[in-house]
Structure formats: structure tokens, C-alpha cells
């Protein structure tokens, strides 16, 4: 990947965080292409001649996959909802940590905060899916 921008790798990460996020969202040529190029670390050229298009026409793909995930950012807040859980969860296991109380007790909620901060791209940890059924 040859991303000519100050901060690629911050936007790397957070195009990789959205697409943990929307990528059921996208349609499948947009999950493609992001995957190409973000997670395989193909070059526009790459992938330009993997699908028989031009480098243009990759190049506007992502642009746009990419929009899409803002805009699904923009509008659900998924991501800022789980990056503040994680640092509320942070907070939590230090004050836990912290507390005069039985150490078993202290490893159970310990646990209970690291279940809590747990995800996948299917929307949950196993343990919620009972609840769903």
C-alpha cells in the first residue's frame, strides 16, 4: 500500500477499525478492494490488475469505500461508542485492581470487565448470544 499522507498509518488503522465495524454494510467489491489494499497491502496497481481495471477506477473504489465507512461512522457511532467502552473499561480494571478486597473476588470482576470488552464482527462475544436468541 502507498499511501502518500502524513498520518497513513493512523488512517490505516482507523479504515481497518471501520471495516471491523461496517463490513457487512459495504457491498462485496467495496469489502474487495479495501481488503486488497488495506489489509493485504496491495499496491493500486496490484489491484488494478487482479480485477481487469484501471488504477483510476481502483483508486476511486476505495475513495469511496472509504467515504461509505465514514459516513456509517458519522451516522451510527459505532466506533466511538466501542473506543470509549474500552477506555471506561480501562478506568475500571485499575480501580479494581486497586481495592482492599479478596483477591478471588478481584479476579472475577476482573474477568467480568475484560467479558464486557470483548468483540467480534458478528456484533458480540458468544456469551451474548444466547440473549439474542
Known amino acids: 500500500m502507498t499511501i502518500h499522507e502524513p498520518d497513513a498509518l493512523a488512517k490505516t488503522t482507523r479504515i481497518n477499525l471501520l471495516f471491523d465495524f461496517y463490513e457487512p454494510l459495504l457491498t462485496e467489491k467495496q469489502r474487495t478492494f479495501l481488503k486488497y489494499y488495506f489489509h493485504d497491502d496491495y499496491s493500486l496497481g496490484e489491484i488494478a490488475a487482479e480485477s481487469g481495471i484501471s488504477r483510476q477506477?481502483?483508486?476511486?473504489?476505495?475513495?469511496?469505500?472509504?467515504?461509505?465507512?465514514?459516513?456509517?461512522?458519522?451516522?451510527?457511532?459505532?466506533?466511538?461508542?466501542?473506543?470509549?467502552?474500552?477506555?471506561?473499561?480501562?478506568?475500571?480494571?485499575?480501580?479494581?485492581?486497586?481495592?482492599?478486597?479478596?483477591?478471588?473476588y478481584k479476579q472475577e470482576l476482573l474477568k467480568d470487565i475484560e467479558q464486557l470488552t470483548k468483540t467480534d464482527s458478528d456484533g458480540g462475544d458468544e456469551s451474548w448470544r444466547h440473549l439474542r436468541a
Open 57 to 104: 477506477a481502483v483508486y476511486e473504489h476505495v475513495k469511496r469505500a472509504e467515504q461509505v465507512l465514514e459516513g456509517y461512522e458519522a451516522k451510527l457511532s459505532l466506533v466511538a461508542k466501542h473506543e470509549f467502552m474500552q477506555q471506561l473499561a480501562a478506568g475500571l480494571e485499575r480501580k479494581v485492581a486497586e481495592l482492599p478486597i479478596d483477591p478471588t
